[in-house]
């Protein structure tokens, strides 16, 4: 199993509409989750922090089941502006240094 | 802008050319990374320090060398490269490497660097 896994889509989406990304993770004992945003020749930049009970940042909702080890994004009245690749994030822990391992990255295109 | 500044932006070398990519941070943070992003490859990790000591040599080839002075600067030095090493090297820093948040990654810009 892949240390975490996501759906590259890409997944085309009309502006407005609702969209949801899901993300598996495979080291039990992680403790901290994250999603990133990565814009097309650009950097990935931190979108939101996951917590257990779930958060919301504006149109954005994140939620975690550590039973399952799965993380997902829902983004909500999607903009143009949510074009980008979004990461799913997850702390690398045990053995030598710490540190974060990424997934591949989930491809969205919102349509006018 | 997030902090963290990367020279050059683009890099263009030969198999047989030496070159260093700089990476510097103004967040005061104590870790620092080196990744590489290739096409349709999710980011790998190459080299982490702490404090300013290598805590990880992610089973890179000797011919990236990194060097890290001080808490602030992280090099990644360059020599007799092949093709398929061109990519993008992108370095990120964080406060600490785990704990409460402090793993928070924030990357620079990146370098791209096509190797003929």
């Known amino acids: 199993r892949k240390e975490v896994e996501q759906d590259p889509g890409p997944f085309n989406v009309p502006e407005g509409a609702t969209v949801a990304f899901n993300c598996t993770y495979s080291?039990?004992?992680?403790?901290?989750f994250f999603w990133y945003r990565q814009d097309c020749r650009k950097e990935p930049k931190l979108l939101m922090s996951v917590y257990s009970s779930g958060n919301e940042d504006g149109r954005f909702t994140a939620q975690l089941n550590r039973a399952s080890q799965y993380i997902s994004l829902l983004i909500r009245d999607s903009k143009l502006s949510d074009s980008a690749t979004y990461l799913c994030?997850?702390?690398?822990?045990?053995?030598?240094?710490?540190?974060?391992?990424f997934g591949k990255g989930t491809h969205l295109i919102i349509q006018p | 802008e997030t902090g963290v500044t990367q020279t050059p932006r683009h890099l263009v070398m030969g198999m047989t050319n030496k070159k260093s990519l700089k990476c510097e941070q103004h967040?005061?943070?104590?870790?620092m990374y080196w990744y590489k992003q290739s096409a349709k490859k999710p980011l790998e990790l190459m080299f982490v320090?702490?404090?300013?000591?290598?805590?990880e040599n992610n089973s890179v080839p000797s011919r990236f060398s990194p060097e890290c002075p001080n808490s602030s600067h992280l090099f990644l030095h360059l020599h007799t490269l092949q093709p398929e090493d061109s990519a993008l090297y992108l370095c990120?820093?964080?406060?600490?490497?785990?704990?409460?948040?402090?793993?928070?990654?924030?990357f620079g810009p990146g370098t791209r660097l096509l190797v003929l």
């Open positions: 967040l005061g943070h104590n870790a």
């Open positions: 320090y702490n404090f300013k000591e290598q805590t």
């Open positions: 990120a820093s964080s406060r600490a490497l785990a704990g409460g948040g402090q793993e928070t990654q924030y």
């Open positions: 080291n039990s004992a992680s403790q901290s």
């Open positions: 994030v997850v702390e690398r822990t045990g053995g030598g240094a710490d540190g974060l391992t």
